[in-house]
């Protein structure tokens, strides 16, 4: 796959890695960052010079080049195109505070009660949201071909180009099918769908076309908004009737044909999800083999910790250990720092021990369960390996780009892991744990 952004944004010096979370006091709690698709915005979203979270990186232009100015600008249309009547809406500021309002209060089922309030909040959160995880997806484009071409074939092309093989011819050699690109999105909406499309965007003729497979899970009655805009995102946009001879024969959908993206949705809970249906929601319905599959929780981690409690997304994180097909990744996009801290303990909010999310992830991820059972030659599983981490990025729009309104800068912090078999036996599965 093409590359369109060969790396991240600026970010802040990286804080000690692994280091225990100690007890900390506040006198006031400070408001922890939500998930996009179900959840009130965060602080994150606006660049507030004054913050804790604009201090860490100053604010610096954007330097985009032409090219992923114009791929930004489609994403955005796709949202201006999609919610165009809800943007013209005469009252359309007196609706989002109502949504705003209702957020605030955490009184999801009033906030999220009918369309018109689920596509305010779409136009108006989720275009700079889907900016910046296109960003991220882009950053991670090698990891993601590990998911589509059998990995027998990548290393051969590796060994050739490392040898001072043709690189183009490397990259175009037909050695195995392409599988289709398959994400899980746990907490995924609007803005995961048009993300996940701009991998698939359309590409020069010379490019393999790649096909995509999406499943979105949240508790918010989301499906109706995701299928709007998967219509936008595989349909031309509509042109003036001025438009000249050659505006129409250029004019193309984000992708083509329809059939390259495919969208599921389920309105679901994902920390009650039984071991048969995330398994299901994983690896797929009716796949003897399944392939490896990329799963995501964007602005969704922190807030299962802190809504969910820390017990019940501990189970679910070793449950999604357990079903992940050798070769998976898992993205997690979050806010950085103590905007992403889990409370524990009895008493008010300054007597409760705060756990950063980044620290009870990777507890959970990165150290053998001792209560699974032990691995063999004959059952194998998986285990998370790191790929990359990143304590506080900046997303940053660009000022030539255009919306009905100013979108904001967002921060965030990242980390990629890679399910990999593990060889352990329970005599080092024990040393593991208690050393």
Same mark, same amino acid.
């Given at each position: ?205 010379? $490019? ?22 998967? $219509? ?55 796949? $003897? ?98 790929? $990359? ?47």
């Amino acid at each position: 796959m093409a590359r369109e952004h060969n790396k991240l944004p600026d970010r802040a010096p990286a804080a000690k890695k692994n280091a225990p979370p100690k007890s900390k006091k506040q006198s006031k709690p400070k408001k922890s960052a939500n998930k996009e698709s179900s959840k009130q915005p965060s602080r994150d979203d606006e660049d507030n010079s004054g913050s804790e979270a604009a201090e860490a990186v100053p604010a610096r232009p954007s330097k985009l080049s032409p090219a992923e100015l114009k791929k930004e600008q489609a994403l955005l249309n796709i949202f201006s195109d999609t919610f165009a009547d809800v943007l013209g809406l005469d009252n359309f500021t007196a609706v989002l505070q109502e949504v705003k309002s209702e957020l605030y209060k955490r009184d999801f089922e009033k906030a999220f009660g009918n369309e018109q309030y689920l596509e305010v909040y779409a136009a108006r959160w989720s275009p700079t949201r889907a900016l910046c995880y296109a960003k991220v997806l882009g950053g991670i484009q090698d990891q993601l071909e590990d998911l589509v071409v059998d990995g027998d074939r990548r290393r051969r092309q590796r060994a050739k180009a490392d040898n001072g093989a043709d690189a183009d011819a490397v990259a175009t050699t037909k050695e195995a099918s392409r599988r289709p690109l398959r994400m899980l999105s746990i907490g995924g909406g609007a803005a995961e769908i048009v993300a996940f499309a701009s991998l698939l965007r359309h590409r020069d003729e010379s $490019e393999e076309l790649l096909q995509g497979n999406l499943h979105l899970v949240d508790t918010g009655p989301w499906g109706k908004v995701v299928s709007k805009l998967q $219509e936008s995102l595989t349909t031309p946009p509509r042109l003036s009737s001025h438009a000249s001879p050659e505006a129409h024969k250029a004019n193309r959908a984000l992708v083509e044909p329809a059939t390259r993206l495919s969208c599921s949705f389920a309105q679901q809970d994902a920390l009650s999800m039984t071991a048969e249906q995330l398994t299901e929601a994983v690896q797929g319905k009716d796949q $003897e083999k399944p392939g490896p599959v990329l799963v995501t929780l964007l602005f969704t981690l922190n807030e299962l910790y802190t809504g969910g409690g820390i017990a019940r997304t501990t189970a679910f994180l070793r449950m999604l250990t357990a079903c992940v097909p050798e070769g998976s990744l898992l993205l997690v996009v979050d806010s950085p720092g103590s905007y992403s801290e889990a409370a524990v303990g009895k008493g008010d909010a300054a007597e409760k021990k705060k756990y950063p999310m980044q620290w009870l992830m990777d507890h959970t991820l990165l150290t053998v369960d001792k209560k699974l059972p032990a691995s063999s030659s004959t059952s194998p599983r998986c285990r998370w390996e790191k790929l $990359e981490s990143h304590d506080s990025i900046w997303f940053r729009m660009a000022a030539e780009l255009r919306y009905p309104f100013q979108l904001e800068n967002m921060r965030y912090q990242m980390h990629l892991y890679k399910a990999v078999i593990t060889t352990t036996t329970s005599k080092e599965e024990k040393e593991t744990t208690t050393g």
